[in-house]
């Protein structure tokens, strides 16, 4: 719902792009940033952005 407000289009995460990602792929874009998004690094400790990418997989493997 928000992706379609914004004014540079990024990937839902249910996409075949992102499935196919590795985990390790998520992470470093959480913590590097990629295109217009900011490196989340200082904002978001190590561990939790290993939560965020769990995270993602679960929302991928209940997506309806």
């Known amino acids: 719902t928000v992706a379609a407000k914004m004014p540079i289009k990024v990937p839902a995460l249910n996409t075949d792009k992102i499935r196919n990602w590795t985990d390790g792929e998520i992470y470093h874009v959480i913590t590097m940033g990629q295109g217009v998004m900011g490196a989340y690094a200082s904002h978001i400790p190590a ?4 939560q965020v990418v769990n995270y993602i997989r679960y929302l991928q493997r209940n997506q309806k």
């Open 47 to 50: 561990e939790s952005r290993w």
